[in-house]
T-cell receptor, first 114, second 110 residues
Framework: DTGVSQDPRHKITKRGQNVTFRCDPISEHNRLYWYRQTLGQGPEFLTYFQNEAQLEKSRLLSDRFSAERPKGSFSTLEIQRTEQGDSAMYLC????????????FGSGTQLSVL | DQQVKQNSPSLSVQEGRISILNCDYTNSMFDYFLWYKKYPAEGPTFLISISSIKDKNEDGRFTVFLNKSAKHLSLHIVPSQPGDSAVYFCAASASGDMRFGAGTRLTVKP
C-alpha cells in the first residue's frame, strides 16, 4: 500500500493554457474522487469514478474540465483554457466499495494560474 | 451551498486538556459523518467516523458525538497532545459525493 500518488505536486501556468494532472489511487481501490480546495475552505467535490465509469459530476465542473479513468486504474484531470479562478489545490482520493466514505487522499497538485 | 459548516476557524487548547471541535449540517439526507485531519503540505487523512444510526463513536483519545435532531456533531480529543495540532475537517455523506466543512485549525500548546 503505497498510498494515493498525485503528479505534479506544483504547476504554474499562464492564463489560457491547458493543464493535466495525474492521480494513481491505492491499487485495490475501485472508487476515485477529485476534489478542489481553495485557501480557507474545505475540499469541494468535483467528480468521482467507480472503476472506469464516471458516476457523478459537480456543477463546479465546467465544460473546461474533463476527467478520465480509462482502465479503471489511474485518472487524469484536464483543465482547458485555464483562468485565474482555477488556482487551487486539486486533491485526488480513493476508496473501496463498501468503505466508500473512508477516503484516502493524495498530497494534491497546487495549481497557480498567472 | 454550505451544507456542512464549521463556525470556528481556530481553536487553541493547553496540552492535556480536552479539545472540542464542532460541526453543523443542513441536509437531513446525510447518513454518514467523518472527521479528517490535515497537516501542511499533505492531503487530509481519515480520523474517525459515525453512522447516522449511532450517537457516539470512540477510538482511543478521539470521540465523535452526533445529535441528529440538532444536526450537529462534535469531535472530542482527550487528552490533547501537541501532535494533534492540525486542521480538522468535518465531512458528511449522502451516498455519492462527500461534503466538507471549511475546517478548524487546532493548536495544542505544550
Amino acid at each position: 500500500d503505497t498510498g494515493v500518488s498525485q503528479d505534479p505536486r506544483h504547476k504554474i501556468t499562464k492564463r489560457g493554457q491547458n493543464v493535466t494532472f495525474r492521480c494513481d489511487p491505492i491499487s485495490e481501490h475501485n472508487r476515485l474522487y477529485w476534489y478542489r480546495q481553495t485557501l480557507g475552505q474545505g475540499p469541494e467535490f468535483l467528480t468521482y469514478f467507480q472503476n472506469e465509469a464516471q458516476l457523478e459530476k459537480s456543477r463546479l465542473l465546467s465544460d473546461r474540465f474533463s476527467a478520465e479513468r480509462p482502465k479503471g486504474s489511474f485518472s487524469t484531470l484536464e483543465i482547458q483554457r485555464t483562468e485565474q479562478g482555477d488556482s487551487a489545490m486539486y486533491l485526488c482520493a480513493s476508496s473501496r466499495t463498501g468503505e466508500r466514505e473512508k477516503l484516502f487522499f493524495g498530497s494534491g497538485t497546487q495549481l497557480s494560474v498567472l | 451551498d454550505q451544507q456542512v459548516k464549521q463556525n470556528s476557524p481556530s481553536l487553541s487548547v493547553q496540552e492535556g486538556r480536552i479539545s472540542i471541535l464542532n460541526c453543523d449540517y443542513t441536509n437531513s439526507m446525510f447518513d454518514y459523518f467523518l472527521w479528517y485531519k490535515k497537516y501542511p503540505a499533505e492531503g487530509p487523512t481519515f480520523l474517525i467516523s459515525i453512522s447516522s444510526i449511532k450517537d457516539k463513536n470512540e477510538d482511543g483519545r478521539f470521540t465523535v458525538f452526533l445529535n441528529k435532531s440538532a444536526k450537529h456533531l462534535s469531535l472530542h480529543i482527550v487528552p490533547s497532545q501537541p501532535g494533534d495540532s492540525a486542521v480538522y475537517f468535518c465531512a458528511a455523506s449522502a451516498s455519492g459525493d462527500m461534503r466538507f466543512g471549511a475546517g478548524t485549525r487546532l493548536t495544542v500548546k505544550p
